[in-house]
């Protein structure tokens, strides 16, 4: 058997987790152990807004999620062009050391 097939892992999509969460914002805060992203949802007009899902990363993983997210980015660029980047500025703050994506 080559090293490819035995280091192949075998993932499960449940039919729930296939539709997905929407979010139009995420929230990332971080502590000496960990990488916290909130995924949120908000709505135009609506004042508040609800976490539709918190990832709980360690340092390394967060730093493998960036290089995959740029590769990816990358890729997406090379086929459709540059991404354009709205407006970033959030009405609020939530202490704490946080970045906005």
């Given at each position: 058997m080559?090293?490819?097939?035995?280091n192949q892992i075998n993932i499960e999509l449940s039919e729930?987790?296939?539709e997905g969460?929407?979010?139009?914002?995420?929230?990332?805060?971080?502590?000496n152990a960990e990488f916290?992203?909130?995924?949120?949802?908000?709505?135009p007009g609506v004042p508040k807004?609800?976490?539709?899902s918190r990832i709980i990363l360690t340092p390394?993983?967060?730093?493998r999620l960036m290089g995959a997210l740029r590769e990816?980015?990358?890729k997406f660029e090379a086929i459709h062009g540059t991404i354009k980047e709205g407006d970033q500025n959030m009405p609020f703050s939530l202490?704490?050391?946080?970045?906005?994506?």
């Open positions: 080559s090293d490819l097939k035995q729930e987790m296939a969460i929407y979010s139009n914002l995420a929230i990332i805060t971080h502590s916290i992203i909130d995924f949120v949802k908000m709505m807004a609800k976490v539709k390394q993983h967060a730093k990816n980015i990358g202490g704490g050391p946080t970045a906005q994506a």
